[in-house]
């Protein structure tokens, strides 16, 4: 998950979830809207970012508090 700054060129990393590696099929993650250090987000607009082997798949996400 990447926050989006002030900035939009200049997105940090807030969280990263390690799914090792998995067998094909469909599956879900959440994200309780907290970072790496367990602190929440503020509302704005968050970049899901998902590597699937050799393909990157880009999301945009709103969190509304």
Partial sequence: VHGDGPDRRLAQLLRHFDLAERAPGNY???WDGKDSSGKECS?????IVLNAGKDTFQRKAVLQK
């Fill in 43 to 47: 509302s704005g607009i968050y970049y």
């Fill in 28 to 30: 879900q993650i959440a």
